[in-house]
């Protein structure tokens, strides 16, 4: 069975910034009016937009959605308010009733792999037949100063606010804030009912690197085996390009590398995308996952922004400053959050 995806919105940036970025192929549908469309503040728009036009057995649909932390990050306006109505699974909870669904609702929380375990699980349900159609995404609000304190004592935000992946240079992440969802379905019943098919999600795989609290194994291993698993699962395609995790911090960039080249050489592209999104944590994984839907859509590899000066320890093919066509089929997404998350997602041409 293929797991297809019919449609994907991906929104980064502060709710209040008119200049965050946005991935959806409703834009050229016409149904996105940007920068005053609602969904910018709204991340429940997006998914009521998204199921507008569809009939199906709300019985059917499925929402996997979660965030880096939980409902972390609203503990100050809890301690403020008195107000502690929230739960650990609200936004998958609140997602689904904004759309009717009652099928399976989960809420995933795999730190910044969260996204990209919400939709193997998404896909997984499909090929079970747990559900006709799977809403499947992650949610990033913008972190309080407890949350950004944290990082910064761990050294994992850039103290220059410039985002230098695989670079010399490089420092830290930027945090940022967003939203993104992949509706899920199976090809045959897609066709059925006459949808587009904007690609197909054909490898995942979700493993747990139990080295340290915040930092990989140094050798990737981990890594690694969470990317063959995805190849076999998707039935070991040529990869074409690939998303990296890419954070700019020391540890990741240079394990990432030495990842990624034990299981392909230096043989193929990669690009981190977040000097241009910001780190999305909870969210990374949905929105990379549309920038990857965009590449194999319009046959551009994205860059990775502001690398300028190379490292010995990161030596691959990163894409620098500035896209590249290249005839892209088939393409790995790679995602890792603190607790040792990992997650891979591999994406197919349509």
Not at 166 to 180: K, P
Not at 233 to 259: F, M, R, V, W
């Given at each position: 069975m293929r797991v297809a995806v019919t449609n994907y919105i991906a929104r980064f940036g502060a709710p209040d910034d008119p200049g965050g970025g946005f991935f959806s192929p409703l834009t050229e549908a016409g149904k996105v009016d940007q920068p005053g469309w609602p969904g910018f503040k709204d991340p429940l728009w997006g998914p009521r937009l998204m199921m507008r036009d569809i009939e199906t057995d709300p019985a059917r649909i499925a929402v996997v959605c979660g965030s880096s932390k939980g409902d972390l990050s609203a503990l100050p306006s809890w301690s403020e308010s008195g107000d502690f109505s929230w739960t650990a699974d609200s936004i998958a909870h609140r997602v689904a009733r904004s759309i009717g669904a009652s099928g399976p609702v989960l809420s995933p929380n795999a730190a910044c792999a969260t996204a990209a375990h919400a939709l193997a699980l998404g896909a997984r349900m499909i090929e079970y037949g747990q559900a006709d159609l799977v809403l499947a995404g992650g949610v990033e609000l913008p972190q309080p100063p407890l949350i950004l304190a944290a990082y910064r004592n761990m050294h994992a935000l850039s103290k220059t606010?410039?985002?230098?992946?695989?670079?010399?240079?490089?420092?830290?992440?930027?945090?940022?804030?967003?939203?993104?969802?992949l509706l899920l379905e199976s090809e045959e019943h897609a066709k059925k009912r006459g949808a587009q098919i904007h690609g197909y999600l054909s490898g995942w795989s979700m493993k747990c690197d139990a080295t340290h609290m915040t930092s990989m194994c140094p050798s990737g291993e981990s890594i690694a085996r969470a990317i063959e698993d995805?190849?076999?699962?998707?039935?070991?395609?040529?990869?074409?390009?690939?998303?990296?995790?890419?954070?700019?911090?020391?540890?990741?960039?240079?394990?990432?590398?030495?990842?990624i080249k034990s299981v392909f050489g230096k043989g193929v592209p990669v690009s981190s995308t977040k000097p241009l999104t910001g780190h999305l944590l909870g969210a990374a994984g949905v929105v990379e996952a549309a920038i990857c839907l965009t590449a194999l859509r319009n046959g551009v590899a994205p860059p990775t922004l502001n690398l300028e000066e190379g490292d010995s320890d990161c030596d691959l093919d990163y894409i620098p400053t500035e896209g590249r066509k290249l005839n892209v089929k088939t393409v790995l997404s790679l995602n890792y959050g603190f607790g040792g998350h990992i997650g891979a997602l591999i994406f197919e041409k349509a």
């Open positions: 606010g410039i985002m230098r992946p695989f670079d010399a240079r490089r420092d830290g992440f930027v945090a940022a804030s967003g939203f993104g969802y995805a190849l076999r699962k998707a039935g070991n395609p040529q990869i074409d390009y690939i998303n990296a995790h890419g954070t700019a911090t020391k540890l990741n960039d240079a394990i990432e590398s030495k990842a």
